[in-house]
């Protein structure tokens, strides 16, 4: 019988950690993977782990260090070794820091990075979470960016930092007990880590109600006593103000929360006079009185709760609209009791120390310095990577001239790749760490192959549990774990004494003050030790149970829950959580919604990690063109049908994918997938990078993030197969 051994899973670096059990073959590579019901994250696997051989074992994958040979934008490079490698890095390094300064040098990383090792090794001192690498600190330069910049920080830093004082990580929704659950801009059934939406299941099945606010009906909008409420896109904020205004005309709020525990609630109460049913409904597309219905639901709830995810912070005003729901749930008294939005209590989470982490050498010197300052304020002073393009072509404030991405495509994530390319041209030095070749790596001038996570040892971090991550097999080809490209790096340019040496030196580092050691963990057959948890108490803000002195009251400026943020205020911003119809829309631009009477939202498809299973064969199976989803009624008028190949555009250009006409989607939206562009998989994936359509310019003026879901567009269908042609103007008029 093959061997198999319980572990973590290694394929998605921004998972914190299924269990698993490895299943190998007789020549003892990794052959499958079932869930570990045993471990932490155990129960159930996501569609990615089906494909666990493929990824891993990937014709696709690097194998050992390139360097270019060809042109910039080709895919040309010639093996070298790592000794090699490192020896071009640090004489480029040396070389810029000499004629423009250690400053000329930025790093940034992505989802490929967030390995928990890593993130603790590398997280800037100071920042909330890990976004970006402090690599580059102890070189002298304060320019490491990271994939935070257009994902997750709005929900997961900015709005609960500014209204609780706390990360999204520091509280749970107690889906468990909940008597009505809000799904809103999320499908948990296509999410990491994949147990969400299983609860989700057994939580309809025993009667709570389900309601999904969504311009697409998702799986949990199909449950038992669920309820689709479509929306028009990025109008949720106003959905979220408008229940407020109910609750509070209808005195449906919870009158000593506000009165002893808020910040700002009678100018709120004041702003929200204008968002009536009637007003909203023209807003949003919902109904008068489903609003109505809403409002009452939550205030009448046994314990309501809501999952979230990034749904609500692509548009001009992301931040707020999330503030606006937390505010929401704050009022109708639905926070930190049974069944609602809680809070983790402290005793009950393993707090790691982060007292080895390096700060920045200055935000101020930054290319971001006067930029996102509420961003740089909670991420470690990480000046914001939108800016980057700004600083390679205008040098603004000055000139980035060679930048290392790691675990990152940001040719394929960020709008405007036609902006990115020129200023990749324009970089005297580029650095590609990664799996597989990306579109980024044609302008590398050295790639360095990294390893999955079942290629290296380390450990994960579940907030009351910590385990030991055992290697899995040996790295294939010559790659490396990232932890180990960084250090050998460090060590390279002389500082390696600034990061722990191994993972091994960096868990004693992180487990100081716990009580809890190395030891501990080898002991347990999962390599695990779980915190024991007290009794759950609620409301922790009259006891003290949210602040780190104990006094009652919230970890914010002004010790109470702030509607209206102090710090957003003292950073220029308005404090309240108030609604902005974004930039781009048929209500902003009607004038624009002639050419493009649609509305464009993009994001994932699962399985999938953006651009990274291209060249999976189950994936290409599954996916083997990028489809964009259109309501039946929208193709009828455009004589489209599943399957025709269409034409996607905006104002700022266009891609051709296949239709997929389904019910599942409203009326005036179309869905379109992230991921194409790269150099791998199928033809029609690599020519079909949805952000030629986006736009650098359109984001949040609070968290910089791009407007990604919130987009007027037209889709037509492609009658003709023809090549552009730059036609010959010599031709005259010949019609």
């Not at 525990?261 to 049913?277: D, N, R, S």
């Not at 991550?469 to 250090?487: A, H, N």
């Not at 991921?675 to 949040?700: H, M």
Request: glycine share 8%.
């Amino acid at each position: 019988m093959a061997e198999q051994k319980p572990g973590i899973c290694g394929l998605c670096f921004h998972s914190p950690g299924c269990g698993v059990i490895v299943h190998f073959d007789d020549d003892g590579k990794i052959d499958w993977l079932t869930p570990d019901p045993e471990a932490p994250m155990g129960e159930v696997l996501c569609p990615m782990a089906a494909s666990a051989k493929q990824i891993i074992y990937s014709d696709a994958r690097i194998r050992q260090p390139l360097k270019r040979k060809g042109p910039k934008g080709k895919l040309d490079f010639e093996p070298i070794s790592w000794e090699e490698a490192f020896d071009i890095i640090a004489e480029k390094m040396a070389a810029i820091k000499s004629e423009y300064g250690p400053q000329a040098l930025g790093f940034y990383a992505g989802t490929g990075s967030y390995e928990r090792a890593f993130k603790d090794a590398f997280q800037l001192g100071g920042s909330q979470i890990y976004l970006a690498p402090s690599i580059l600190f102890p070189y002298g330069s304060p320019n490491a960016f990271g994939v935070g910049a257009p994902c997750y920080t709005s929900l997961g830093v900015l709005a609960p930092q500014l209204t609780y004082g706390c990360l999204h990580t520091d509280m749970f929704s107690d889906v468990d007990n909940s008597d009505l659950i809000f799904v809103w801009g999320t499908d948990p059934s296509t999410s990491t880590p994949p147990a969400l939406f299983g609860r989700l299941v057994r939580a309809a099945h025993e009667g709570a109600r389900i309601i999904v606010i969504d311009p697409r009906q998702t799986a949990s909008a199909k449950l038992p006593d669920s309820l689709w409420v479509p929306i028009r896109p990025g109008s949720d904020g106003a959905l979220a103000l408008g229940l407020c205004h109910i609750l509070i005309r209808e005195n449906l709020i919870d009158q000593s929360f506000v009165q002893e525990w808020t910040l700002g609630y009678e100018e709120f109460a004041e702003y929200v006079k204008a968002f009536t049913p009637e007003t909203v409904a023209g807003i949003t597309g919902v109904p008068q009185d489903l609003i109505m219905e809403l409002a009452e639901e939550i205030a009448d709830a046994e314990g309501a709760s809501y999952v979230m995810y990034t749904g609500l912070e692509y548009t001009k005003s992301g931040v707020q609209n999330i503030r606006a729901v937390m505010v929401l749930w704050a009022l109708a008294g639905q926070l930190d009791v049974e069944g609602g939005r809680c809070f983790v209590p402290r005793e009950n989470q393993i707090h790691l120390s982060k007292d080895h982490q390096i700060a920045s050498p200055g935000f101020d010197t930054s290319i971001g310095a006067g930029h996102f300052p509420v961003y740089a304020h909670f991420c470690g002073g990480e000046p914001h990577a939108s800016r980057l393009p700004k600083s390679i072509l205008e040098g603004d404030p000055y000139k980035i001239h060679g930048l290392f991405i790691l675990g990152a495509s940001i040719l394929t994530a960020w709008p405007n790749p036609i902006l990115w390319q020129k200023a990749f041209d324009a970089l005297d030095f580029q650095v590609s760490i990664d799996l597989q070749l990306t579109r980024d790596a044609a302008w590398a001038d050295i790639v360095l192959p990294a390893t999955t996570a079942f290629e290296q040892s380390s450990y994960c971090f579940y907030g009351n549990a910590v385990r030991l991550r055992e290697k899995m097999i040996d790295p294939v080809g010559d790659s490396k774990p990232c932890f180990t490209i960084l250090t050998e790096l460090a060590r390279k340019l002389g500082y390696a004494e600034k990061f722990p040496a191994n993972e091994a030196e960096l868990l004693d580092l992180v487990l100081k003050d716990t009580g809890i050691t190395r030891a501990d963990m080898e002991q347990d057959v999962r390599l695990t030790v779980r915190k024991s948890a007290d009794p759950m108490a609620y409301r922790k803000w009259e006891t003290g149970g949210l602040r780190k002195d104990g006094k009652p009251g919230f970890e914010t400026p002004s010790g109470k829950f702030e509607i209206k943020s102090t710090l957003l205020e003292q950073m220029g911003y308005d404090g309240l959580p108030k609604y902005e119809e974004s930039f781009e829309t048929p209500v902003s631009r009607p004038l624009l919604a002639n050419r493009f009477p649609l509305v464009l939202g993009t994001g994932p498809f699962k399985p999938d990690m953006k651009s990274c299973l291209r060249a999976v064969p189950d994936f290409i199976e599954k996916y083997p063109n990028p489809m964009v989803q259109m309501n039946p009624e929208d193709a009828a008028d455009r004589k489209i049908e599943t399957g025709d190949t269409v034409v996607v555009k905006t104002a700022r250009g266009f891609v051709e994918m296949r239709a997929d006409v389904s019910e599942n989607i409203m009326r005036g939206f179309v869905y379109a997938p992230v991921g194409g562009g790269g150099p791998l998989g199928p033809e029609s994936w690599r020519k079909a990078n949805v952000n030629v359509l986006t736009d650098l310019e359109q984001f949040d003026p609070i968290s910089g993030f791009p407007v990604y879901k919130t987009l007027m567009c037209q889709v037509k269908k492609k009658r003709r197969r023809r090549t552009i042609v730059v036609q010959d103007p010599s031709l005259g008029c010949v019609g």
